[in-house]
């Protein structure tokens, strides 16, 4: 039987896929992910991301082409011509510091309707998402693209769950304000 062909030229709904970590600590994903997140529609042979620290959980991957890459450079350009001193260490230069330097490189491979990445050392080390054999919940939504520990996934969506209808009032009132 010959699959669907999937239609990228819209994203659909947000999803989430489980995922069993390889013994080579890799995921795997089929290509249906490139249907819900946006920039995974590429005919590229892989992409260059950078993963950091999920604002609510586990690690979200970006591409490192943008805007926000050329802000990047730029401020760690602005680092190297004047690093900061002792005192600055609470200063928002010293925080965003912080940020970028948990942040890891992580190229996706593009085949055939299959995307795949390797999870990042640091984020396995930290405890932040499992080693070989452990369970992901990778979730997609436009341009959106987490990568999760399944259980701390299972946690976060039950308390969104406990927040549902506020969550739906804000969302369709008024887009993502707070």
Do not use: Y
């Not at 699959?3 to 290509?31: E, Y």
């Not at 965003?96 to 085949?111: H, N, Q, Y």
């Amino acid at each position: 039987m010959k699959k669907p062909k999937i239609d990228v030229s819209r994203p659909t709904a947000p999803c989430v896929w489980i995922v069993t970590v390889d013994l080579q600590n890799r995921i795997r994903l089929t290509g249906e992910v490139a249907a819900t997140v946006t920039w995974l529609q590429t005919s590229q042979s892989s992409l260059e991301c950078m993963a950091i620290l999920g604002q609510a959980g586990g690690i979200q991957l970006k591409p490192k082409a943008g805007n926000e890459s050329m802000q990047v450079l730029e401020f760690i350009e602005q680092l190297r011509v004047r690093p900061p001193r002792a005192d600055d260490a609470g200063t928002p230069r010293v925080s965003l510091s912080r940020l970028l330097a948990t942040a890891w490189p992580v190229v996706i491979g593009v085949e055939s309707n299959r995307f795949t990445l390797t999870i990042p050392a640091s984020a396995r080390k930290m405890g932040v998402l499992p080693a070989e054999n452990g369970s992901v919940a990778v979730f997609g939504c436009g341009e959106v693209l987490e990568i999760w520990d399944a259980r701390a996934w299972e946690r976060h969506v039950r308390e969104l769950g406990r927040e549902r209808d506020s969550l739906l009032s804000r969302s369709l009132g008024n887009g993502d304000e707070e």
